[in-house]
Each structure stands twice: as structure tokens, then as C-alpha cells.
């Protein structure tokens, strides 16, 4: 089949493709000499590392795990913090449709609560953007909240007062699955049709091509707490 694309001068050319088998493993090639830590580790659903230079510890949640490795990672977190010089911690979460948002709760915002550092402006980000949906939304209302973190990004992909809690029923006749919601939560007392950010920064096809995160950027800029 011939497919029609255009470049980034504008310039349009095809290319007969052809649909890999299912089940075929596909090299995907990349033409950026560095990628950017949001786009790193894409088989991972929560990872983090140390960037010592601006002592930051980044986090990225992309989707909430098992309560097992949430609360292994999270330990594994804890203590490269707590036995370094970090003094910013960046929690990632533009990509994160979200889960069971009482393990963020558990594991992570618990254990921030007894870290006073972390309330210091300048101190904690959350990243956010229009895939943040559901217990990610969640937990970066909870991050604003209690700890006065930042929030860095997008709007989120979801509203903060309205239904969630899902369930499930199969129709009789086509046999199709039917998800709907049960539980309507109120989260913030302005309605919104996003979680809004603090620091509005929108994606830019130029800082996508080139291998750039303007919202990691900005964050490094900002001033350490002292």
C-alpha cells in the first residue's frame, strides 16, 4: 500500500509499506542522537534516576504498576534521596492514564509528608499534560495540595470533578463489553474541564524533533531551594 507523507520543509513524498506480520519483532530506529528522559525506558511503567548536576531525582510513572514494584521502586527512590545531595524531585506523569491511586498515596506522598525539604518552593514538580487521566490526575492534585508542588505541563486529559471508579457488564445479544462509572468525585472546588498547570508549556513539533524536553528545561532553570 502507498502512503503519502510530508516532511518538516513541507515537501510531500510516498512510500509503498507493507503491515509487518502478527507477532513480528520491529527494530524501531530513531533519528536522535540523544532522547529525551520522558521518552527513555518506554518498556518500564515507573522508573527513576539521579541527575547529580542539578541534584535532581526524576520520576517517571507512566503507568501505575502492581503494589509489589510500586513499592519496590519506591523504596529504591527513598533511600538514592535520602543518601544524596538531591535537593529537587521531579514526578512525571504526563503519560500516565493512572490506576490505583491509593498506592501513590501509600508509598510516595506518605513518605514525602515526612520529608519537610520537599515543601520548600522550587523543591517538587509534577509534570503533567494531556495524557494525565484518572489517579494520575489524582495524584497531582495530591502533590499540589498537600505539598505545594508545582505542576509543570499541559492540561490534563480528564476533568477533576467528575465520575470514575469503573465497572463492567456484558450486553446479552453482541456480547460486547460495556465500561461505565459509578463514583463521582469532586476534587477541587473551582470545575474545570482540565487539571490546569501552574506553567503552561506546550509541545512544539521543533523540541520533539530535536530530542528536547522544554518542560525538563525549564525546571533545571528554576533556582534550587536553599
Known amino acids: 500500500m502507498q502512503w503519502t507523507f510530508e516532511d518538516a520543509e513541507g515537501k510531500r513524498f510516498s512510500l509503498d ?10 527494530e524501531w530506529l530513531s533519528t536522535l542522537k540523544q532522547v529525551p528522559l520522558n ?9 527513576f534516576t539521579a541527575l547529580p548536576d542539578s541534584q535532581t531525582v526524576y520520576l ?27 535537593k529537587r524531585l521531579v ?7 493512572g490506576g490505583d491511586f491509593m ?3 501509600s508509598y510516595l506522598l506518605k513518605e514525602l509528608r515526612e520529608r519537610p525539604a520537599f515543601r520548600k518552593p522550587g523543591s517538587l514538580f509534577a509534570i503533567i499534560g494531556r495524557g494525565t487521566i484518572s489517579a494520575a490526575m489524582v495524584s497531582a492534585i495530591d502533590l ?8 509543570v505541563g499541559e492540561p490534563s486529559g480528564s476533568k477533576p470533578n467528575s465520575y470514575s471508579e469503573n465497572n463492567e457488564f456484558t450486553l ?6 460495556v465500561s461505565y462509572s459509578t463514583r463521582y468525585y469532586k476534587l477541587q472546588d473551582e470545575d474545570t474541564p482540565s487539571l490546569m498547570p501552574d506553567k503552561l508549556i506546550a509541545p512544539a513539533w521543533e523540541t520533539y524533533t530535536a530530542g528536547r524536553d522544554p518542560v525538563m528545561e525549564w525546571i533545571a532553570a528554576q533556582p534550587l531551594p536553599r
Open 39 to 47: 521518552r527513555q525506558r518506554s518498556d518500564e511503567l515507573m522508573w
Open 103 to 105: 498506592k501513590f498515596r
Open 172 to 177: 446479552p445479544n453482541s456480547h460486547l463489553q
Open 91 to 97: 514526578i512525571d506523569v504526563r503519560q500516565s492514564n
Open 60 to 86: 517517571n510513572l507512566r503507568v501505575y504498576p502492581d503494589a509489589d514494584t510500586f513499592k519496590r521502586v519506591s523504596e529504591e527512590l527513598w533511600k538514592t534521596i535520602d543518601s544524596s545531595s538531591s
Open 144 to 151: 499540589r495540595k498537600e505539598m505545594g508542588a508545582t505542576l
Open 17 to 26: 509499506l507493507e503491515a509487518a506480520p502478527s507477532g513480528a519483532k520491529v
